[in-house]
C-alpha cells in the first residue's frame, strides 16, 4: 500500500507540473484594398482623385472594407493591418475614409515608398484578404480591366493572363501567406476560379464592360462581404498557396510597337516576334516581377510622348505651345540654373500605392 499511494502520488505532482496548453497565436490578418472593384464604383471616375465621383467612391470604398472587418473579426482576426493598394492621386491620406475603420483594424502608414504586393506583409501576417479588386490585363469585360497599369494589354507569367490578386498571392507565397478571400466584380470571380479556385469571392456588381458596372445594393454588397471574409478565414486551415513553376517568363503585350521596343531597351529583356511584346526571365519571382514595373515605366514613357504628339497639334494654340516648349528646352541647355537651398520638405507618408 505504501508504494501504491506514492505512485499516486508522484504522478498527481507530475500532472500539476505539466504546463497548461499552448493558447492559440491572435490570428493577424492583412487586408489590401483597391478601388475598381469597389461595390459602388460605376465608372472610371469614381477612381480617379479630385472628381466628385472620387468623393462617393471612398464612401463606398470604407463600407467595404468595413464589412470585411466585421467578418474576419468575427472569425477570430484580433489584429487588422489596412494597406492602400489603388494609387489614386491622393498624397494627403489613404483612400479608404480612415477614421470610420472600425477596430480592430488600423492602417499601415510608413515613411518610405513601399510595393503593396511585396512588402507589405511580414511572417506575422497568418492570411490576407484583398477588397475592391478588379480583373486582369486582356479580359475586355471586366470593369476597368488592367494589370498594374494602363499602358500593357496582356500580362502573362508563363503563358497565364495575370491579375493583380494573382500577383500578390504568388508574392505572399514567398512567405507561406495565404490569400484567402476578394470582393470585386463578377469577371474578376471567373478569373480566380481558373487560377486560385480556392479563395472565396464575394461578387459585388456585374461588369457591363471595361468602362461600366452594374453594382449589388449596399446591404446586399455589404453581407457577401461580411460572410465572404467570415468564412474565409473560419477556414483557415484549409488554405493553399499558389505552386511555384520556376523559372518564370514575364510577358508583357503593350499597346504599341513604340512602348514595347522603348521597354526592351531594359537590360535582359526580350523583344519578341509580335513586336508588342516584351518578356524578361527569371529564377525569382520577386525579380521577375519588379523587372515588369520597370518595363512598364519605361512603356509608359513612350506612350506620354505619344499622347503629346497626338494632342498637340490639334490644338488652337499649338504654336504656341510649340515655341514655348522649344524655348524651355534651349534655356535649360544655354543657362542651366544652379540649385537654390530650400528648407527641408515635410516628411511624406506612404499608405501603400499613391
Request: net charge negative.
Amino acid at each position: 500500500m505504501p508504494s501504491r499511494v506514492f505512485a499516486l502520488a508522484a504522478l498527481a505532482a507530475l500532472v500539476t507540473a505539466s504546463p497548461a496548453p499552448a493558447q492559440p497565436r491572435p490570428l493577424r490578418v492583412l487586408l489590401l484594398y483597391d478601388m475598381e472593384g469597389v461595390s459602388g464604383a460605376t465608372s472610371p471616375k469614381h477612381t480617379f482623385f479630385g472628381t466628385p465621383e472620387y468623393a462617393e467612391a471612398r464612401k463606398s470604398l470604407t463600407a467595404d472594407v468595413n464589412a470585411a472587418i466585421i467578418g474576419l473579426k468575427a472569425a477570430g482576426a484580433a489584429d487588422i493591418l489596412v494597406v492602400d493598394g489603388h494609387g489614386s492621386g491622393n498624397t494627403s491620406g489613404p483612400d479608404v475614409l480612415e477614421d470610420q475603420l472600425l477596430p480592430p483594424a488600423r492602417m499601415i502608414s510608413r515613411e518610405a515608398p513601399f510595393d503593396i504586393y511585396m512588402d507589405s506583409y511580414d511572417h506575422s501576417i497568418d492570411a490576407i484578404v484583398a477588397i475592391a479588386m478588379h480583373a486582369g490585363a486582356g479580359n475586355r469585360l471586366g470593369f476597368i480591366s488592367h494589370t498594374y497599369t494602363i499602358e500593357d494589354i496582356d500580362y502573362r507569367i508563363n503563358g497565364v493572363p495575370c491579375n493583380e490578386t494573382m500577383i500578390l498571392a504568388q508574392g505572399a507565397a514567398r512567405l507561406k501567406i495565404p490569400v484567402i478571400m476578394t470582393s470585386g466584380d463578377d469577371q474578376l470571380e471567373q478569373e480566380l476560379r481558373r487560377n486560385l479556385p480556392w479563395v472565396r469571392h464575394a461578387a459585388v456588381k456585374h461588369a457591363v464592360d471595361r468602362s461600366q458596372a452594374e453594382p449589388l445594393p449596399r446591404e446586399e454588397a455589404s453581407r457577401r462581404i461580411e460572410r465572404a471574409a467570415r468564412e474565409a478565414l473560419e477556414q483557415l486551415a484549409a488554405a493553399r498557396l499558389p505552386e511555384p513553376s520556376a523559372p518564370y517568363r514575364f510577358a508583357l503585350t503593350f499597346q504599341d510597337s513604340e512602348q514595347a521596343r522603348t521597354a526592351a531597351l531594359l537590360p535582359g529583356a526580350e523583344l519578341l516576334p509580335s513586336s508588342s511584346t516584351v518578356q524578361i526571365r527569371t529564377h525569382d519571382f520577386e525579380e521577375g516581377y519588379r523587372l515588369s514595373l520597370r518595363l512598364i515605366s519605361l512603356a509608359s514613357l513612350a506612350g506620354r510622348a505619344t499622347a503629346v504628339q497626338a494632342v498637340l497639334p490639334v490644338q488652337p494654340n499649338a504654336a504656341a505651345l510649340r515655341g514655348a516648349i522649344r524655348d524651355w528646352l534651349t534655356d535649360r541647355w544655354l543657362k542651366p540654373q544652379p540649385a537654390e537651398p530650400s528648407a527641408p520638405p515635410a516628411k511624406p507618408r506612404y499608405w501603400g500605392a499613391q
